[in-house]
């Protein structure tokens, strides 16, 4: 392999999981939430099913531990990666390694969105945006699922911390009474 080439390939490795970092954070705004809060919208099995189901659960998803051929929030995520990287295919005749980087990418995504509402506490402790995303007081921040590089860019990003966290962080809030007396 030569240097062009060599670079070539890095790049399409660059361009395809920048892509997939993008898609995360512009599908979840805009499709997701923008969209999808709407009434009867077809994206609304997220915004409506998926954030009903964390906060119901307090973070997991009965869904996510299911079958991926179900017809929900889980399966629709699934069969959509799918569908997206099938109709991107012909891509793959021109740059083969960004689209296998970006189908991969989206895979990555599927598998750590998966892996952060079949264990909570997994998410609650490494997945911490995605946590704030659906736990936290504003579902309408923090977008990226596997990083929180373009939110903390766009400033998107807004950590959130339970009463219980706070507490267990600065010692319990004193009632006013006793602040006062002190
Ligand atoms: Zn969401
Ligand atoms: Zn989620």
């Not at 793959?92 to 390694?97: E, H, Q, T, W």
């Not at 921040?141 to 596997?146: S, Y």
Request: net charge positive.
């Amino acid at each position: 392999m030569d240097l062009a080439e060599l670079l070539s390939q890095l790049g399409q490795i660059a361009a395809g999981y920048g892509l997939a970092v993008a898609l995360e954070w512009t599908v979840h705004n805009l499709f997701f939430h923008r969209l999808g809060k709407k009434k009867g919208s077809i994206f609304g099995f997220h915004y409506h099913d998926h954030h009903r189901a964390v906060r119901r659960a307090g973070g997991g998803d009965p869904a996510f531990a299911g079958s991926r051929l179900a017809w929900n929030g889980y399966g629709r995520e699934f069969w959509g990666i799918v569908v997206a990287a099938t109709l991107v295919s012909p891509v793959a005749l021109v740059l083969p390694v960004f689209w296998v980087t970006a189908v991969l990418s989206g895979w990555h995504y599927h598998v750590v969105h998966t892996r952060s509402h079949q264990d909570p506490e997994w998410c609650r402790v490494h997945l911490r945006w995605h946590w704030d995303h659906h736990m936290g007081k504003d579902p309408d921040t923090n977008w990226g699922v596997t990083n929180q590089w373009l939110d903390r860019l766009l400033g998107t990003r807004q950590a959130w911390l339970s009463k219980e966290e706070r507490e267990a962080l600065e010692g319990p809030a004193r009632p006013a009474a006793a602040r006062q007396a002190s």
